[in-house]
């Protein structure tokens, strides 16, 4: 099994930045395809951005040209790349991983622990 661990969340102003890292442990990330996923209070959990073991990746639209998914497995690690924050972004931000290259939650089966983002108007 992988273990997934976040960090990088912090309290950022409307259109700041800020970098998401998701750190594996306990197998190599390049067996994983991988996805990240928000959930604000009393909302779902929701998809934001997907890539492939080969680097194929996926947006929601909200995040397209704002959000860049990327992945280094030298370093098992997977990134987002957060730009022009907008306070609608705040959530708690989760990285997930499977075999399986999916845009729903229910096609991760790892799951890390979640990082708080926070977006102040």
């Known amino acids: 099994q992988v273990q997934l661990v976040e960090s990088g969340g912090g309290l950022v102003q409307t259109g700041g930045s800020l970098r998401l890292s998701c750190a594996a442990s306990g197998r190599t990330l390049s067996s994983y395809n991988m996805g990240w996923f928000r959930q604000a209070p009393g909302k779902e959990r929701e998809f934001v951005a997907a890539?492939?073991?080969?680097?194929?990746?996926y947006y929601i639209d909200s995040a397209k040209g704002r959000f860049t998914i990327s992945r280094d497995d030298a370093k098992n690690t997977v990134y987002l790349q957060m730009n022009s924050l907008k306070p609608e972004d705040t959530a708690v931000y989760y990285c997930a991983a499977d075999s399986r290259y999916s845009v729903a939650a229910s096609g991760y089966d790892y799951w890390g622990q979640g990082t708080q983002v926070t977006v102040s108007s």
């Open positions: 890539i492939s073991r080969r680097g194929t990746t």
